[in-house]
């Protein structure tokens, strides 16, 4: 009942769709545990105040026993010769008799077991138990099937050998049990009006609290799309900071994320829109009447290089986008780094003949100890095959300066790995080699037919792998300087 009043409180308006989980409130859950221990513990508490209440009302009953007691065993008196004797008044007696709600029953026991009074059949002391001159004492017994509360007490006589007399009283409990039940009424029935006053304090005190989350939830739902901002967290309370500290710095990630897509995205249609202007702009040449045999082949030729730009623009955005992407769940095995770029150099090889390029691998052979790293073959291969394929597109070949582009993959003595890729080219100024690692920038004075993405990938692949990525001049001092990248993965 409890969980389906939370229910209702928190969220007026159910649907009920089919095969929908249904949420825990946590409305609900809080007053399940505030209130449920507190119905169970109810009835314990009833319990335990019946057993006080059967204790508290016992006591003045009890000493009004011990005092009858007392007062019957001054009624003995020793007589000639040598014999006790009970003279208890017949106003005593019916005084003692007159109670209209319990029975009062006596005996009273010379000192060698003689009956002198009261009661014959009334109940003995228990057996275990050895007649001692001393207090009164109390006991639970049971008179004609009636359960009675029994006061006794030994005396001692003024008779040779000093014999103990046995005087005993006992009452029925109905008064006691009735006392009890008028503390059991006046401790429990307020309870009864405290208890529906406690369950609507917690109800009052639970909405308070979860007060500010319901603001919270009406500020987020009030925000426009747009809106990646961080939430404000003063008047949240201290148990729920650290949740909109988690939900600000995922607003936070996500807002960079998109910015970064939308630069992307700018930076990509920027980039395609070149070469599709130039694929319609030739191909409008082509369809013109008039147009020769000479005329028509070199715009077919600037189509196809134009569609093998954007090709080439394309495979590097989708290889970005790849790399971005695969570091969420990046699966690792042990990679021979030597092999992967020997065979990147090997399908290489036709690119950098086109242009002229003395292209070749100098370093450790495949399978060699200490060339193996830990990382993603598929990714590691495309870092390597965008480091080369920047050096081909980069290095200008000449008759007077033949273009050379050189692999290797060394072992370094603290059991790391490093790969270079060098070249002879115009190199990058220091100045510029913090920024080339961004999307579609290109170092100035480059003529090159490039995208500008290949830095770009060969950084966040080495950032999934934990490998640090620098570049530096190939040859210092020499013009044009080349530029050595390297990059290096850890043990």
Not at 179 to 188: F, S
Not at 212 to 228: F, G, N, S, V, Y
């Amino acid at each position: 009942m409890l969980r389906k009043m939370a229910d209702a409180h928190c969220s007026p308006s159910v649907t009920v769709k089919l095969f929908q989980r249904e949420h825990r409130s946590l409305f609900g859950e809080i007053l399940d545990w505030m209130l449920t221990p507190l119905l169970l513990l109810w009835p314990v508490s009833l319990a335990l105040t019946w057993l006080v209440a059967q204790g508290i009302a016992g006591k003045p009953f009890d000493r009004a026993l011990e005092y009858n007691v007392q007062a019957l065993s001054q009624l003995l008196v020793v007589s000639q010769p040598h014999q006790a004797q009970f003279n208890l008044p017949l106003p005593a007696r019916e005084i003692m008799r007159a109670d209209d709600t319990d029975q009062v029953y006596y005996q009273v026991l010379g000192g060698h077991g003689e009956f002198l009074s009261g009661e014959r059949d009334f109940p003995a002391p228990p057996t275990e138990e050895l007649p001692a001159e001393g207090p009164v004492h109390l006991r639970d017994d049971e008179m004609r099937g009636l359960a009675v509360r029994v006061a006794y007490l030994w005396t001692r006589l003024d008779l040779p050998g000093s014999p103990l007399a046995l005087v005993q009283v006992a009452e029925t409990r109905e008064k006691r049990s009735v006392l009890a039940a008028e503390i059991i009424k006046g401790v429990m029935l307020p309870q009864f009006v405290i208890l529906p006053l406690a369950v609507l304090l917690v109800w009052l005190a639970l909405a308070h609290g979860l007060r500010p989350l319901k603001q919270l939830e009406e500020r987020i739902r009030a925000r426009t799309p747009d809106d990646l901002s961080p939430l404000d967290d003063q008047a949240l309370p201290q148990e729920v900071a650290p949740l909109l500290a988690s939900v600000n710095d995922l607003l936070t990630r996500l807002k960079d994320s998109i910015a970064t897509q939308k630069r992307f995205l700018a930076d990509a249609a920027h980039q395609l829109k070149t070469p599709l202007a130039g694929l319609r702009m030739q191909a409008d040449l082509a369809q013109r009447e008039g147009t020769n045999t000479a005329e028509l082949k070199r715009s077919l030729q600037q189509i196809g290089r134009s569609s093998v730009r954007a090709t080439h623009t394309v495979n590097q955005l989708l290889s970005l986008a790849r790399a971005e992407n695969s570091g969420v769940s990046l699966s690792l095995q042990t990679c021979d780094l030597a092999r992967l770029t020997m065979d990147v150099v090997r399908d290489s090889v036709p690119r950098a003949l086109e242009k002229r390029i003395d292209l070749g691998y100098d370093g450790a052979q495949a399978a060699s100890p200490g060339v193996q790293t830990s990382g993603h073959p598929t990714l590691l291969k495309e870092l390597v095959r965008n480091l080369v394929d920047n050096a081909i597109y980069y290095t200008p070949s000449s008759a007077d300066q033949p273009a050379i582009v050189t692999a290797r993959v060394l072992a370094e003595p603290d059991g790391g790995v490093l790969l270079q890729v060098e070249d002879n080219g115009p190199g990058i100024p220091e100045a510029e080699r913090s920024l080339v690692f961004q999307p579609f920038y290109r170092a100035l004075g480059t003529e090159a037919d490039g995208s500008g993405l290949g830095l770009s990938i060969v950084q966040e692949i080495a950032r999934q792998h934990r490998a640090e990525v620098t570049l530096e001049e190939a040859h210092p001092g020499q013009v044009p300087p080349g530029l050595r990248v390297s990059v290096r993965f850890g043990a």
